[in-house]
């Protein structure tokens, strides 16, 4: 039987005798012994290989190979201070399963280099860290949603339309006609929920980002829901409980990949409901207070979210924005139709837009009218509009992105550490 690395780094392994499994992490010969860091899955564990024990053909193999080798061992465990873990392996057996020479990474490759090899990154305890937090992540939506009684659905990923704005859609050649990558799943959501009342989907969605931002990815990891009856604020409400959740599952199972990321563990314990809220207009004189060159009517940039989110310490909704820079969809506030019952999440710390969500047009006359000023074909939508005909009812839904979301959590620099395989205008490898 094997175990793993993480299990026997206790006291009470102190003197057995286990069996594991894994990769040369470091290796180091000092005469007549290799010090062996294996590394599994789970953590690293440092162990001692004596020529004597183990036979010198073996100590000849182990000695040429290099890190990265796949190898089967069998020793005692003990405690050791100066081990990286804290307690070491005395090595009876030993086999080299995989060897490995002259892996390329190397210390202090440069980040196009990492990113280049992200295939063999992806072993790097880094890595490791950011894709187990993604792990709890992930799981924790499917979680949120299915506990309070959503439905997982699936859209389709080849589409014919636009949902963002026709300027990020990727066009994809198809049988001598067009199609686009899907931006966003809401208005296939927005069918589901006259059969299921409340849905979600966490899928791809495909933006051509020509802008160079630290959170701008072409293709990135999308979880969104739509409900039945649902205004703004209820919506906003269920968005609060599941980041709340969120982070609550990640501190719970990933503190220590957060601690191995340096990340400041403290802002995410302090993050409670209910989040701050800020009516757009608000957020401008805000910002204008602070210093910032933007006026009302402006779009917030990523710069400008920066400059703004780092005021904060806790995620800000944002909402009321005005209907000219948001996507004809949302329902314009009945008290004042030149703004919007939407709402996006920032992200504190200078993250920024981690969610956009919102009421929808719900009056077939209202969504009509609201198409033909953005210059939209109805006919293009007939099926969207199709709603509106029979049985149409208010409703509400919003998008998480979830690599900004890991992005922010894990308190990286940039989104591409964020997605084991990033893509971005620059990047389609490997
Ligand atoms: O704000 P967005 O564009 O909203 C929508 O797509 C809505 N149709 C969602 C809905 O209501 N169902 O995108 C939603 C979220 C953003 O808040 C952001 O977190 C993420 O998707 N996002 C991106 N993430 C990475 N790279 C990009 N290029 C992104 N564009 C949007
Ligand atoms: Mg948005």
Redesign the pocket.
Known sequence: MFHKVEEVLSDDFIGKEVSLRGWIYRKRRMGKIIFVVLRDSSDIIQCVVEKKKIGSEKFKELDKVGVESSIILSGSVRKEARAPTGYEIDVNTIDIIGPSYMFPITKDKSDDFLLDNRHLWLRSREMNAILKIRHTVFGAIHDYFRETGYYEVQGPIFVTGA??GGSTLFEVPYFGRKAYLT????FY?ETFIFSLEKVYTIAP?F?A?KSRTR????E?W?A???AAWYHNDDMMKDEEELIVQIIQRVLDERRRELEFLNRDIKILENIEKPFIRMKYGELIEFAQNEGIDIEYGDDLGADEETAITVKFDKPIFVTHYPASIK?FYHRPDPENPEVVLCH??LAPEGYG??????ERIYKLDVLIQRMEEEGLNPENYYWYVDLRKYGSVPHA?????V???VWWLAGLSH?KYAIPYPRTIRRTKP
Do not use: C, K, N, W
Request: proline residues 3%; hydrophobic residues 30%.
């Open positions: 949902v963002e931006q966003s799943a809401q959501l969605s933006r980002e959170r701008h990815l072409t990135y999308h969104e829901a739509e996507p996006d999440m837009e981690i969610i956009g969500g919102g839904g919003f998008g998480l992105g690599d900004r979301l989104i």
